[in-house]
């Protein structure tokens, strides 16, 4: 898959090269908005991540200029905004989501693979963990065809896990995934901890769970 | 209270039946005066036309001056009567008097002029006498219409008042109204008010100057608000994504990653700070919409179902008691959860375990109330005081203790007001009312 980083913070821009491409994403960068649309125009990308705070003009344009040219990216909004018009007019005008700094690198890959399959109609392959299939189209956790009854919030605290496996997720960033970040004052870390302790307690009734793992002092990791 | 005009025309009728009542008290004393000089002057020209006749055809046609000593003659009313007599002793006399007459049995007080002279040496008194039962009388008809004329003026004047006031002070009801509609200085009404009145010109101009004014510095703070949030806000990301980046390697020393999360943490404490001083500051520059309609009971038990998972593990029991329910409009629904969030969280953070959260809803009087009560540790005096303001209360447990500061300005943002009772080691209780016609 193809992206575009339309971010004039360079080293911001750089880390999500980085994360992405640990990913397999295959990425390219654009400074500024003259450099962005030049770049739209001539190539085809699969994702532009668009910072809606451009020197050079409005980010916003960028999607309405992108519709005269006729291609079909998936745009991602990057802001520091925050602001519910700007939400909104986003929206309006055809980006897929939206995403707020300052956001977790982990947080950005699920909304794109969220974003690919609603777009793209990417299959929703399901993914075997340990005895346990995960069926993210249904958002269904069954073991041997008897579905383990999760809660939305713990099925989508599995689900970031998953889609993030191998890597260590501090409970901050699983916190902001399932609740936002509107409450951030009210951060606190039991939340999840318990959270991960039903999750554990409804798949332990069927099966062991080794592969979720919890990582001293860090957090949360599913390995496999 | 009472309207400015109403109290106008009340303060003109009051002002008119002071002047009224002290005219009426000094009236009669007025009306005799100007009877009795009338009535002077009417005998002092009786007397002249009396002298002028006996100047004439002489006093024979009176008193012979061998026979009769006295001549009188009054009218059949007797309210009018003249005299004339030889007056032999005694000095000159001009002068009139009040005295009492006896005339056919019948004592009658009359006004009357005394006058001597002389005719052929021999010295004549003249009596002209009027009435005054007859002055009383015209005195008091006179007072009965001037009160009916008077009661009659001052009814119409106070009617023709209260009219010509309205009309005179209706620009001012515009004003009035215009100013209660807005919530934002952007939405002023700005087409100038219909007066001929140079006041109402001038309050009118003032007003519209003055919302210009607010809604620039309004303007003014949101771009602020929007460049501070950007300025702060990117450095932390940039910061973020590269920890975050770092904590994914796998090359690194065991201790590493624990350093990582622990500056992780301080950064996130930060971006937290940064984004409760902007909701602040946002909510405060009302740059949110308020434009949802919900039940409030629905939005109290999601907030229920999404913390049970942690009072259940902390084996608090968390309940709900709805009585009544709202279905507000004009209303920020995200808001309101955090609002409500926020205090139902804190309450499950402090109470022990085997404790009790209670979320009430019910209505109170005109007012639709929820009210969050726990068992917790409850609070003093002093820490009430400083609940509502920003990092006085450090939480016990987390946060940098804006919550609560978060949640009074969604509060005052939807018009809620929010009571707090505390006993110490009993628990607390947090009232929201919401305004009447919400």
């Not at chain 1, 896990?161 to 399932?178: F, P």
């Not at chain 2, 005299?83 to 049995?105: C, H, P, Q, T």
């Not at chain 2, 039940?295 to 907030?303: A, G, M, T």
């Not at chain 2, 209505?363 to 400083?386: L, N, W």
């Amino acid at each position: 898959m193809n992206v575009l980083i339309v971010e004039d913070e360079k080293s911001l821009s750089d880390e999500i090269v980085v994360f992405l491409k640990s990913e397999g994403y295959l990425c390219e960068q654009a400074f500024t908005g003259a450099d962005a649309s030049e770049k739209i125009a001539i190539n085809l990308y699969d994702f532009v991540l668009l910072d809606l705070g451009l020197p050079d003009c409005d980010g916003l344009d960028i999607i309405n200029n992108d519709r005269a040219w006729g291609s079909e990216p998936a745009f991602i909004i990057i802001t520091a905004r925050g602001e519910v018009q700007d939400k909104v007019k986003g929206l309006d005008l055809g980006a897929d989501d939206y995403i707020a700094k300052p956001f977790a690198l982990t947080e950005l890959a699920a909304r794109m693979q969220a974003v690919g399959r609603r777009k793209f109609k990417i299959p929703g392959q399901d993914m075997n963990v340990g005895e346990f299939v995960i069926e993210f189209q249904s958002r269904k956790v069954t073991h041997n065809d008897n579905e383990v009854l999760l809660t939305r919030k713990e099925f989508d605290l599995l689900n970031y896990l998953v889609i993030n496996r191998n890597k260590v997720l501090t409970r901050q960033q699983l916190y902001e995934h399932i609740w936002g970040n509107i409450l951030e004052d009210q951060y606190d870390s039991n939340f999840i901890d318990v959270h991960i302790k039903n999750v554990r307690r409804k798949l332990n009734e069927f099966a062991s769970t080794p592969w979720l793992e919890t990582v001293r002092g860090i957090g949360y990791r599913v390995s496999f | 209270m009472a309207r400015l005009r109403i109290k106008l025309s009340f303060f003109n009728l009051l002002s008119k039946l002071i002047f009224t009542g002290l005219f009426l008290l000094i009236m009669p004393y007025l009306v005799e005066r100007i009877n009795l000089i009338q009535t002077d002057n009417n005998l002092i020209g009786m007397r002249e036309q009396v002298i002028s006749l006996v100047s004439k055809v002489g006093i024979e046609p009176f008193i012979t001056s061998e026979t009769e000593n006295t001549f009188g003659s009054y009218n059949i009313l007797k309210d009018e009567f003249i005299s004339l007599e030889k007056f032999d002793s005694g000095e000159d006399a001009n002068f009139i008097e009040v005295s009492e007459r006896l005339i056919e049995g019948e004592k009658i007080i009359y006004r009357v002029l005394n006058y001597t002279f002389k005719v052929d040496n021999i010295k004549y008194l003249l009596e002209i006498g009027k009435s005054l039962e007859s002055i009383h009388h015209t005195e008091k008809n006179t007072r009965k219409v001037m009160l009916v004329f008077l009661v009659f003026i001052i009814l119409i004047t106070f009617i023709t008042d209260l009219l010509y006031t309205r009309r005179l002070l209706s620009p001012l009801d515009v004003i009035t109204l215009k100013l209660k509609d807005i919530s934002d200085p952007s939405i002023y009404d700005k087409t100038p008010v219909k007066t001929t009145t140079s006041d109402f010109v001038s309050l009118d101009n003032a007003l519209k100057e003055l919302m210009t004014h607010i809604d620039e510095l309004f303007r003014k703070e949101k771009d602020i608000t929007v460049n501070i949030s950007h300025e702060l806000l990117t450095p932390v990301s940039v910061l973020r994504s590269k920890l975050e980046n770092l904590l994914i390697r796998d090359d690194l020393s065991p201790e590493i990653p624990t350093k990582i999360e622990e500056t992780l943490k301080t950064l996130y404490r930060l971006q937290s700070l940064v984004n409760s001083l902007l909701l602040i500051a946002r909510l405060e520059s009302r740059q949110f919409l308020r434009n949802e309609t919900f039940q409030v009971n629905e939005v109290l038990s999601e907030i229920i179902s999404e913390l049970s998972p942690i009072s259940d593990d902390s084996n608090i029991l968390l309940e709900s008691e709805f009585d009544h329910d709202l279905r507000v409009s004009k209303a920020n629904r995200s808001l309101l959860f955090s609002m409500f969030y926020n205090i139902v969280n804190n309450a499950v953070k402090n109470t022990q375990p085997g404790g009790k959260v209670l979320i009430k809803s019910f209505s109170d009087k005109d007012h639709f109330v929820v009210s969050v009560s726990d068992t917790g540790k409850g609070m003093s005096e002093a820490q009430m005081k400083t609940l509502f303001s920003r990092f006085k209360t450090k939480g016990q447990n987390s946060g940098t203790g804006i919550g609560l500061a978060i949640a009074k300005s969604i509060a005052d943002f939807h018009c809620i007001s929010i009571t707090v009772k505390s006993v110490p080691d009993t628990g607390t209780i947090f009232s929201f009312a919401f305004p009447e016609n919400s």
